[in-house]
Every structure is written in C-alpha cells, then in structure tokens.
C-alpha cells in the first residue's frame, strides 16, 4: 500500500463514490491528518444508493465539506451503469465489461482537480485499484502517473511550479486487503456501497462483478461484510 505522506493539517479532496475503496482512502486521509474534502459525482448512474453512502461517510469522518456534484451521463449512455443495458451476473471474464462508464475516472478526475485547485489544495485522493477489479482502462498506474503529468501543465498551480500530489494508496492492494484495511481503521462495511443493481428491497445483487470482488474479498480476509444482499 501507499502510505500517504503526513498530511500535517492540509486540505486533500478525496473522490468519495461511496464504494468500499474510497470509504478506506478517506478514512487513511484523514487518519494520516489531513482536513478532508469529499467530492461526490451524481452521473444519474444506475446504483444511486451510493450517493446515500457517500455522504453517511462523508458525514462519519468529519469531513470538513461534502460537495454532490451533478453530471448527468446518461445523456451520453454507453453503459450499463448510464444506459438501458443488463447489468451481466455471470462473473469476471478477459473483456472491459459493459459496467465501464467511458472515460468516467478521467472526467472525475478532472473536476476533483478543479476544485482542489480552486480550494488552494495540493493533494488528490482516488481509490483505484489495478490488481482486483473489474479490468476498467482508468484504474491503472499509467492513467494515474499520467494524470499527475496533466495537471502539471494544465493548471495555474502548475504553471507556477506547484505540483498535484494525486494519491492512489490502494493501487496494488487486492480486495482482501482493503476489507482488512477497513476493518483495522474502524469502518463498517455496510456504510459503503458497491452493488452495481440494488434490488427492489434494497439489498445488493451479490452476483455483478463489483459484489463478487466484494464479497471474495471480505470472504479472504476473514472478515463479515455487514452489508445486506439478495437472496
């Protein structure tokens, strides 16, 4: 894991889904003393019950501002997270699955860093994650080392010699170590939110991609996931 550097009291703006990834970089943020600002985007995505997550967690860690931003997406479609397409049930397979939202850490990104300029702060945290996950293009070391290389030159700060420090401390972590990681800071798992297809009565699927990841994980690392899934 990357161990964020102290954060001796200054702002970082974390891209809090409300999933279980970004509930543990918030919680390691503010662990390691940074004030904490929460950046959550409404893309109108399918799984709306974690814009409820985010701001529980939000709310939990003290974060210093919660900010909800809208952003339709479903006016671009191409998804099954934006669009009218099936949400697939039948496991992980070798392709970029239907559930990948074009672009979506990119544009995310993008406005995190906005408002990070905007808020004087130099510290970005994002809970991506290369080694158990869905094989998304924009959750690899590339993408995030190419990041910090564009916001170099396409912002003020940048131009004035002041760098974005863009963490990604769970980047090589599989998911067992990321529910051992939630465990050890205190976190309830049910407080987070990763299902793809909430069901009509308000438990996860537990059979998408994002609840199998899950669900393995808590299951290898030995630890109950609180959270309530279908039958």
């Not at 701001?55 to 099954?80: C, E, M, N, T, Y």
């Amino acid at each position: 894991m990357e161990r964020l550097p102290a954060g001796n009291g200054r702002k970082a703006v974390v891209l809090l889904s409300g999933g279980l990834d970004s509930m543990v970089c918030a919680a390691l943020a503010r662990e390691a003393g940074y004030e904490l600002f929460a950046l959550t985007i409404d893309y109108n995505q399918r799984h709306r019950r974690e814009l409820d997550a985010a701001r529980q967690i939000a709310a939990h860690l003290g974060a210093k501002r919660h900010v909800v931003l809208p952003l339709d997406l479903r006016q671009f479609g191409g998804s099954a997270l934006t669009d009218d397409i099936a949400v697939p049930k039948e496991g992980l397979g070798d392709d970029i699955p239907v559930t990948y939202v074009p672009a979506r850490n990119l544009v995310f990104l993008s406005l995190t860093l906005a408002w990070s300029e905007a808020l004087g702060a130099r510290d970005v945290v994002i809970g991506v994650n290369a080694l158990d996950y869905s094989g998304y293009p924009d959750c690899r070391p590339e993408f995030i080392s190419g990041f910090a290389d564009l916001a170099r030159i396409a912002t003020k700060a940048g131009a004035e010699g002041e760098d974005f420090r863009i963490h990604a401390p769970l980047q090589y972590m599989g998911k067992a170590e990321i529910a051992a990681e939630a465990g050890r800071l205190g976190l309830d798992p049910a407080m987070s939110w990763s299902c793809y297809d909430p069901q009509p009565d308000g438990s996860a699927c537990g059979l998408c991609d994002s609840c199998r990841l899950r669900r393995e994980g808590f299951a290898n690392a030995g630890i109950v996931d609180t959270t309530r899934y279908a039958e």
